[in-house]
């Protein structure tokens, strides 16, 4: 049961969210996530050592949220592992029941914890992209040699519209889509305008026909948050919306209305197939925003539904 | 050509606190240009090492007895052999070349101590005065007909092959507002080029068995050797 590509397949508007992992090895907090997103998102997406900051790892929560009856996308950087340890995480996860997997070049090291550590960078993420989708449909390693039992993962990657030269941004997702890329997830929009004419230039060369895309939102907790969002390398957040947040007497509600209103909207621009909620640190909302939404129940909870196996 | 710069002094004090009498030796090639090891710097630290000593700030007892030398090319045999008698006299000698030159240096002279008095950074260009940059990261084979003449791999934080990742944010690169993005410059450059077609291509994985990766890399010229 894949409920992300099923949602998907049979047309409809998918949601998912997205977990950091702990700074420990406690994975209490993790699983209570999981468990309170697994009923109101489609699948849910572990960070692999976001920030380049030392989390435990991506393929572990995808264990502890499938425990949890969630349904798990890998995130996969190229930052920390060769395409030696790439493919054979990736049999790993497969074999414990993971079957989404999202393909990302990560974020520096310079900006963890560990910003002396040497990066790998063997490959990117388009040729992660291509990688994966090698493994799934030809049966076989980067390297030619054929494999028993490849991995069938449904193939995410990531689209940043806010990031430059705003011309290529479009022509990128191309190259992600012709590399193997099944579905998308946004940078967070805030930026709406922005956002459109990225999408105008998307559906301009036929790729949201191509590919499934969902868009990124965060709901920001403070004005704090978000102003230090607006400092993120590739993330644009307008004026606007920080004046908004800060002149809010309950920033929190605030925080959650400018949500809403952001994911109303996403909604309605053509070509947009779903929403990534990304709540960092503040998992706990989700819930309610997809309520407020009108996102509920999900297609797969109907009795009718039949997701179609990936396995 | 290479760029290095020079180890903190304190360091160097470090690395020659048992000896009584050093060689510091230059090189007249990339080290001079990039104002780290030329015939200048050879005489400044000379100075900066034996003052240093003198006033006991190195931790060390006694003074220091620094002989100069400055050579056409460290990385080459025939530019060593006029110092052997020099060598033969001190307790260590301490190289101002290129890791190149110091490994030479140190194979040429085996039965004596060397040590590196610069930090060898990059293979790179002068930008302007006083600024080098990188350039190469020597990957055995050269991407730069894809992109106009600029190196991802060497320029782009992360090596990328296929275009600017998601943190290229107004010509900067995401690691520092300093750092120009490099596949800004090669997007920006293959459009006054009209060849903006080479990015749309999607760029293989690297056979990076040319690069260091491979394990140490030769060179052969059959009809010369
Ligand atoms: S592609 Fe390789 S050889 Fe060419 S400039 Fe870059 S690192 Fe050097
Ligand atoms: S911002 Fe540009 S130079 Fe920096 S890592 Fe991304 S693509 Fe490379």
């Known amino acids: ?26 994975p209490t907090r993790l699983r209570r996530y999981a468990e309170r997103l697994r009923e109101c998102t489609d699948a849910q997406n572990l960070t692999d050592n976001q920030t380049a900051i030392v989390r435990l790892s991506s393929l572990a929560a995808c264990v502890h949220v499938l425990a949890a009856g969630g349904e798990p996308v890998l995130q996969v950087t190229c930052r920390d592992r060769n395409r030696i340890a790439i493919q054979s995480d990736l049999l790993g996860a497969y074999s414990l029941g993971v079957q989404n997997v999202l393909c990302l070049s990560g974020d520096h090291q310079s900006f963890g914890n560990h910003p002396t550590a040497k990066n790998v960078y063997d490959i990117d993420s388009i040729q992660l992209l291509g990688m994966v989708r090698r493994m799934r449909d030809e049966g076989c390693f980067l390297c030619g040699e054929e494999m028993k039992a490849p991995p069938r993962f449904f193939i995410g990657a990531a689209a940043n519209p806010f990031a430059d030269p705003l011309e290529f941004r479009a022509k990128r997702l191309a190259k992600k889509i012709a590399a193997g890329a099944d579905f998308i997830q946004t940078q967070a929009v805030f930026d709406l305008e922005r956002f459109r004419t990225w999408m105008a230039m998307v559906r301009d060369i036929g790729l949201d026909e191509q590919t499934a895309i969902l868009a990124g939102v965060i709901p920001p907790k403070s004005a704090r948050a978000l102003r230090f969002m607006a400092q993120v390398p590739g993330m644009a957040v307008p004026k606007e919306l920080l004046r908004r947040m800060e002149s809010a007497s309950d920033q929190q509600e605030e925080g959650k209305r400018i949500c809403s209103e952001l994911m109303e909207e996403l909604r309605s621009v053509p070509g947009v197939r779903g929403l990534h909620i990304m709540a960092v640190m503040w998992e706990d909302v989700v819930p309610e925003l997809v309520e407020r939404a009108g996102l509920l129940p999900r297609p797969w909870q109907a009795a009718s539904f039949s997701g179609r196996e990936t396995g | ?55 006991g700030r190195a931790q060390v007892d006694g003074p220091l007895e620094v002989i100069t030398a400055t050579v056409h090319r460290q990385c080459d045999d025939e530019f060593l052999a006029p110092l052997a008698d020099q060598v033969a006299n001190v307790d260590c000698v301490v190289s101002m070349s290129c890791g190149v030159g110091v490994q030479h240096m140190a194979a040429y002279f085996p039965h004596t101590w060397v040590v590196p008095a610069l930090n060898t950074r990059f293979a790179g260009a002068t930008i302007k005065q006083g600024l080098w940059e990188e350039r190469c990261s020597l990957c055995g084979d050269c991407q730069l007909y894809r992109t106009g003449g600029i190196c991802p791999i060497t320029r782009c934080a992360k090596s990328l092959l296929n275009g600017p990742c998601g943190g290229s944010q107004e010509g900067h690169c995401e690691i520092s507002a300093d750092i120009p993005c490099a596949w800004q410059q090669i997007y920006d450059h293959l459009r006054t080029m009209g060849k903006l077609e080479l990015i749309e291509e999607i760029v293989c994985v690297k056979d990076w068995s040319r690069a260091r990766d491979g394990g140490l890399r030769r060179s052969v010229r059959e009809d010369v050797s």
């Not at chain 2, 760029?3 to 990339?30: N, S």
């Open chain 1, 1 to 26: 049961m894949n409920r992300l590509q099923g949602v998907l397949a049979a047309g409809g508007f998918a949601v998912t969210a997205e977990i950091g992992p702990p700074k420990g090895a406690d």
């Open chain 2, 1 to 55: 050509m290479i760029v290095a710069d020079r180890k903190p002094l304190a360091e160097i004090l470090t690395l020659v606190r048992h000896a009584g009498r050093i060689l510091l030796v230059g090189c007249q090639e990339c080290v001079t240009v990039c104002l780290a090891g030329g015939e200048r710097e050879v005489a400044e630290l000379s100075l900066i090492l034996r003052l240093a000593r003198a006033q």
